[in-house]
C-alpha cells in the first residue's frame, strides 16, 4: 500500500547540507572526480562532522517518537537525503547517518551528477535545504519551499528538545510585493502603503506551504513525547507596519508562538536568544549577520519575481 504523506513534515536535505563536506568538495574542485572518488572510499569509515542542517534533521526525528513504545503513532516528520554522489561513492554518507543514530532517516536518492530538484515532488517533499543555489532556486521555481544553508557555528541547538524555527516576513512567508514599495520607493511609500493595505492579507510567500504544515504539526501534538514546533516571526518592519502581518497571519490561521518587529535593529541578539535550528531570511547581509550566530538558509527571489522586479523598476 503507497505511503500517504499529506500529513507529514517532509524535509529534502543534501548530503553537504546535512554533513560537513568541505573537504571533500575542496578536492573534487581542485583535483577532479577521480580524486574525489578515491578520497571518498578510503574514507568511508570515518564519518563526516555535523553540519549545518544536522541539528534540525536529529530534532524532526524526534517528531516521532512516541511516549510508549507500543503505541504505533503516525509519522509526523520524514526526512530525505539527496546526494549526486554516486553510488559507488555513497557509501562514506550511509556510514555516517548510521554512526551518528539518524536510523529513523528511510529514505534518500542519489543522481550521479544530475540536479537533484527535479525529483524532490516524487518524495512530497515540503522543505528543501542545500548548498547549491542553483538546485534551490530550481526548487522554488517549481514552488518548492527551499534555501541556500550557511556554514553554522556548531552545538548551538544541541541541549533543545521542541524545534526552533525562526522566519523573515516580506519575500519569505510573504511575497515580495510590500518589498518591491519599500526598494523602488522608500520607507515612507511604504509604511503608506501597509496603511492603506492594512485589512487586505498578504499575498503568500514562498514558505507560506511550510507554515501551513507546521502549523498543522502544532495542533495534533497526541502521541508525541516532545514539545513539536516554536516558530518565531523576526522580520525588519516596525510598527505600525506590523498589524497587517498580524492579520495576515489570522486570516491564513496560522500559529506563530512568538514576533519581533524589529524597526532596522540587527536581529543577531534575538537570534542568539531564541536559538533556532534554523533561521530562514531572504537578504543576504541578514544572513551573513545570522550565521555567526544560529543556522541560517538564504530564500533567494524566484527568477519569476527577479524579472517581475525588474519590470517594476524600468
Excluded at 500500500?1 to 553537504?16: E, H, N, R, Y
Aim: aromatic letters at 8%.
Amino acid at each position: 500500500m503507497p505511503v500517504d504523506l499529506q500529513d507529514t513534515l517532509v524535509v529534502g536535505i543534501t548530503s553537504s547540507a546535512l554533513f560537513d563536506m568541505t573537504e571533500a568538495d575542496t578536492i573534487y574542485r581542485t583535483d577532479g572526480l577521480a580524486a574525489y572518488t578515491d578520497y571518498q572510499l578510503k574514507n568511508a569509515e570515518v564519518p563526516l562532522k555535523p553540519g549545518t542542517g544536522f541539528a534540525l534533521v536529529k530534532a524532526l526525528l524526534r517528531l516521532n517518537e512516541t511516549k510508549d513504545r507500543k503505541i504505533v503513532a503516525p509519522r509526523r516528520a520524514e526526512v530525505v537525503v539527496a546526494s549526486k554522489n554516486s553510488p559507488a561513492t555513497c557509501e562514506r554518507l550511509y556510514n555516517s547517518i548510521k554512526h551518528y543514530g539518524l536510523h529513523d532517516i528511510q529514505r534518500s536518492f542519489l543522481t550521479g551528477g544530475r540536479p537533484i530538484a527535479p525529483y524532490l515532488h516524487a518524495f512530497s517533499v515540503d522543505l528543501f535545504l542545500s548548498r547549491s543555489i542553483e538546485d534551490v532556486e530550481a526548487a522554488l521555481i517549481s514552488d518548492i519551499p527551499a534555501a541556500v544553508v550557511y556554514t553554522a557555528p556548531q552545538n548551538v541547538t544541541d541541549d533543545i528538545s521542541e524545534i526552533r524555527i525562526a522566519f523573515d516576513g516580506d519575500a519569505v512567508l510573504f511575497s515580495d510585493e510590500s518589498e518591491v514599495v519599500f526598494q523602488k520607493h522608500g520607507l515612507d511609500r511604504f509604511v503608506k502603503n501597509e496603511k492603506n493595505k492594512v485589512n487586505i492579507p498578504l499575498p503568500q510567500g514562498p514558505f507560506f506551504k511550510l507554515l501551513k504544515m507546521l502549523s498543522l504539526l502544532q495542533s495534533n501534538e497526541e502521541g508525541i513525547s516532545k514539545p513539536p514546533v516554536r516558530i518565531a516571526l523576526i522580520t525588519a518592519r516596525s510598527m505600525p507596519t506590523h498589524e497587517r502581518v498580524i492579520r495576515t497571519l489570522k486570516q491564513w490561521n496560522v500559529r506563530v508562538d512568538e514576533a519581533f518587529f524589529m524597526g532596522g535593529v540587527p536581529k543577531t541578539d534575538v537570534l542568539r536568544t531564541f536559538r533556532p535550528h534554523i533561521f530562514f531570511d531572504d537578504q543576504e547581509a541578514h544572513c551573513d549577520r545570522a550565521a555567526d550566530v544560529v543556522a541560517t538558509a538564504r530564500v533567494p527571489a524566484r527568477k519569476s519575481q527577479k524579472s517581475n522586479r525588474r519590470a517594476k523598476n524600468e
